[in-house]
């Protein structure tokens, strides 16, 4: 699954400019994934227009080999809830596997 989630971004991120940062936590970063799991994703734009629900929107998943849902967080929206303890953006600081910017080593978790 790495490797279809890196090729992935790989062939939006000239059309997404304003992508700083892409991942996947849940099942699969954890290994524990199974019959029925979803591929969850998590990015983290310079910046954003839309309200938080309707950013996924813009984002074609369908070429992912299996069904996913990713959440967009804009960098001001995720340092500040990284700042304020939040317990969801903790965890996905810890369990997430950043696979984009390319430099990432996929087994560097932030």
């Given at each position: ?42 990015a983290i734009v310079s910046k954003s227009d839309e309200p938080f629900d309707r950013r996924p929107m813009g984002v074609d998943l369908n070429e992912l080999p299996l069904p996913a849902d ?41």
């Amino acid at each position: 699954m790495d490797q279809a989630v890196r090729a992935w971004v790989r062939e939006r991120a000239a059309s997404w400019p304003e992508l700083e940062r892409l991942g996947y936590f849940g099942s699969y970063a954890r290994g524990d994934w199974g019959v029925g799991s979803d591929l969850d994703l998590v990015a983290i734009v310079s910046k954003s227009d839309e309200p938080f629900d309707r950013r996924p929107m813009g984002v074609d998943l369908n070429e992912l080999p299996l069904p996913a849902d990713v959440l967009i967080y804009t960098k001001e929206e995720w340092n500040r809830l990284r700042d304020e303890g939040n317990a969801f953006v903790r965890m996905l600081a810890a369990e997430t596997v950043w696979v984009y910017p390319p430099e990432d080593d996929a087994s560097h978790r932030s």
